[in-house]
Structure formats: C-alpha cells, structure tokens
T-cell receptor, first 114, second 112 residues
Framework: AQSVTQPDIHITVSEGASLELRCNYS??????LFWYVQSPGQGLQLLLK??????LVQGIKGFEAEFKRSQSSFNLRKPSVHWSDAAEYFC????????????FGQGTELSVKP | DSGVTQTPKHLITATGQRVTLRCSPR?????VYWYQQSLDQGLQFLIQ???????AKGNILERFSAQQFPDLHSELNLSSLELGDSALYFC???????????FGSGTRLTVV
C-alpha cells in the first residue's frame, strides 16, 4: 500500500540553526514527491517538488530536499531557520497513473526558538 | 491570495443536516481536488474532477458527493452530517494532473 511517513511529529530548533525534516515513502511506481507548508489557519503552500532528474531539488523560501531512492526518503532541509518558518510541514507522494491524487504524511510541526 | 477561493470559510451545522462547500479554482486550472483534514486522519484525498468529469476517487463517504460545473467551479455536498465529519475541507486546483496543487484556505466545518 502507498504510504508516507513523517517520523517526527514535532521539532523545535533555534533560529539560525539548520533544519532537516524527514520523510519516508512506500510506493510501487516511480514516485512524484512534494513538500508543502501550512501556517495556522491557512491552506497548504507548495515548497518544492521532485519528478525526475537531479535528486537535489531547490524550492522556495530557501528550502531544499534530496531524493534518495535507496532509502525511500525525501528529506527537507534548510541551512538557517527563520522565526517565520514555524509552521506545519507535509510530505506527499503521487504517481502519474493515479491522476493528481496525493498521499500526505501526518505532518511535522516546526517550532522556532528565538 | 492563492487564487483558489473557497466559501464559506466557517460553517457550523447540526447533525443530520446537509451542507454545500464551494470552490473556485485558479484561473486556467482544469483540475479540482477535495481533501479533508482532521486531527485523527490527517489530510485525506476525497475526489478529483478534471474539466467537469470525475477523474479519481478516494475514501469519500457515500453521504458525500461532488461535481464540477462548466465554469469549472466545484461543489462538495455533505449530507446526513455526523459529529465525525467536523474537519477542514480543502479544495486545490492544478492545470492538469500532477505538478503541484494550489490550495485554497479551506472551509472549517463544525457539526454540533
């Protein structure tokens, strides 16, 4: 069965510190991978996506993610976190043979300490 | 503003009632998706429409139905509401298929 696992429910980092949010997926086909961010009371905003090619993907707001097929992972990173990055982050996976359906992980809530 | 408009933003209704949630996709987007977000289930895919036709279906209850109209707006109808239907309902749109959705800000449904 297709699934996405975000092992960390809640992470707290200090402002200026680096960040890595973990995402593991289980998918039979070649996955399309996404990271979204949700601020309180808001919808989800696409940070970045991976379809094929270079396994290191650059996104908005200084985020990047690396696809590692051997580990079935797509971890999100940022070298220096800003207080405004506090939000909930969702990893999602889809496949072209399933239309546009995405399967989302349970999310990781990021808190930023001053 | 993402360009995807959902109305109403909040809805409080009683058990057994029926409600309609509305979504206007971003200009030029042909696909509309509906998702339910709840604390216990997370984000769950409900249904996708592409240019007026149903394209994919998730674990959508039989009490729920949706449609996409010729002007591409979509409505999600929820009937015989139960307490457990209380959730955030998101609409998203895309040009076609995968590529990254644009989400609306959601409708928060509270069933009392």
């Amino acid at each position: 069965a297709q699934s996405v696992t975000q092992p960390d429910i809640h992470i707290t980092v200090s402002e200026g510190a680096s960040l890595e949010l973990r995402c593991n997926y289980s998918y039979g086909a070649t996955p399309y991978l996404f990271w979204y961010v949700q601020s309180p009371g808001q919808g989800l905003q696409l940070l970045l996506k991976y379809f094929s090619g270079d396994t290191l993907v650059q996104g908005i707001k200084g985020f990047e993610a690396e696809f590692k097929r051997s580990q079935s992972s797509f971890n999100l990173r940022k070298p220096s976190v800003h207080w405004s990055d506090a939000a909930e982050y969702f990893c999602a996976v889809g496949a072209n043979n399933q239309g546009g359906k995405l399967i989302f992980g349970q999310g990781t809530e990021l808190s930023v300490k001053p | 503003d993402s360009g995807v408009t959902q109305t109403p933003k909040h809805l409080i209704t009683a058990t057994g009632q029926r409600v309609t949630l509305r979504c206007s996709p971003r200009s030029g987007d042909l696909s509309v998706y509906w998702y339910q977000q709840s604390l216990d289930q997370g984000l769950q895919f409900l249904i996708q429409y592409y240019n007026g036709e149903e394209r994919a279906k998730g674990n959508i209850l039989e009490r729920f139905s949706a449609q996409q109209f010729p002007d591409l707006h979509s409505e999600l109808n929820l009937s015989s509401l139960e307490l457990g239907d209380s959730a955030l309902y998101f609409c998203a749109s895309s040009v076609q298929g995968l590529g990254g959705y644009t989400f609306g800000s959601g409708t928060r449904l509270t069933v009392v």
